[in-house]
């Protein structure tokens, strides 16, 4: 039995969506054909490719996970080969995004157009993850690139420094905080402090006030960053962020704005993060030129009217 690009891509997909249902449904092919092809792959290669568990989806084994990048590259070849001879976008294919969830709607949509304009042959399918999931689907093969803050990221991932952020507090126009240029993290510690139940999310912003022998008064939780917006614009609470919208208003309409904290605190880098060696592949080696170029075109990202900056 010879080994087929058909085999390959069956593979990929099934490493990418993490099954045979969802990669037989995204290939609009059968499960049987997807698993006939796995199945013809692994007795090829004489070594199994994924762990299948039930209830839990199948995850690439360590040979897998090497195999597959292999076959990603030829792959990605054979499309390069036929859009040459098709005379169309030399940079074809699939490419699996991963993003930061409060990241996403401020940052993808840009980034993606200019990628489109330049490659339009290159079809990009878009995810968007919280901390817990980016690293692990970056591992398993079910991203092919992520743009993420450097936060609980393995350290054998290739990463892109994109643009660093300062942590700023988040405050109802009408708070008394507000008023004053700068704020301090003792002032803010007298409000109820509004944390986002997104992994490693709260802990981290916790961790920078224990940094200064500082814990808030009072916590309270909420599962999103616009929530989190929401609820601060209406004066439940105060927050601390990193993520700086343009927009200075809730969903609701209620207005917001941001104060820098007077007290020196790390930045945070956003990275563009990728196996290492898939670092230099033509997909992610023109995602990361897009993405260098939105984010450096705009040194404050975004501080504009939420906190009255320029």
């Known amino acids: 039995m010879k080994l087929t690009l058909r085999q390959l891509r069956y593979a990929l997909a099934v490493a990418r969506h993490g099954g ?9 092919v059968s499960q049987p054909a997807v698993s006939a092809a796995v199945g013809e792959l692994e007795n090829i290669l ?16 360590p040979f897998g996970r090497q195999a597959l990048a292999q076959a990603r590259r030829t792959v990605e ?43 339009p042959s290159l079809r990009v399918e878009v995810r968007e993850c919280g901390f817990d999931l980016i690293g ?14 450097d936060l609980a990221l393995p350290p054998t991932l290739a990463l892109t420094e994109l643009r660093t952020l300062a942590p700023h507090a988040l405050l109802a126009v009408d708070h008394p905080l507000a008023q004053t240029e700068k704020v301090m993290l003792k002032e803010l510690c007298e409000w109820p402090l509004l944390l ?20 808030p008064a009072r916590l309270e939780s909420v599962r999103s960053f616009e929530l989190q917006r929401g ?7 105060v927050a601390i962020a990193y993520t700086r919208p343009s927009g200075d208003h809730s969903y609701d309409g209620r207005p917001l704005t941001l104060r820098p904290i007077a ?3 790390p930045e945070q880098r956003i990275v563009l993060a990728c196996l290492r060696e898939r670092a230099e592949t033509p997909a992610i080696a023109a995602l990361r030129e897009r993405a260098l ?5 705009r040194p404050a990202f975004g501080v504009g009217a939420a906190g009255n900056d320029t």
């Open 196 to 215: 986002t139940e997104q992994a490693h999310s709260g802990p981290h912003f916790l961790d920078l006030l224990r940094m200064h022998g500082l814990r």
């Open 263 to 265: 007290e020196p605190l």
């Open 46 to 61: 004489g070594q199994a490719l994924f762990v299948r568990t039930r209830g839990a989806g199948m995850a690439t084994t």
């Open 77 to 119: 070849a054979a499309m390069a080969l036929e859009g040459l001879a098709n005379g169309a976008d030399a940079l074809a294919g699939e490419l699996a995004l991963g993003c930061f969830e409060d990241l996403a709607p401020y940052c993808l949509p840009p980034v993606l157009r200019a990628l489109r304009e330049r490659h």
């Open 136 to 149: 692990p689907q970056l591992l398993q093969g079910g991203l092919d690139a992520a743009i993420s803050y």
């Open 231 to 237: 609820m601060v614009a209406h004066g439940l609470g």
């Open 293 to 297: 170029d939105w984010f450096s075109a």
């Open 20 to 28: 045979i249902s969802a990669a037989a449904e995204r290939l609009n």
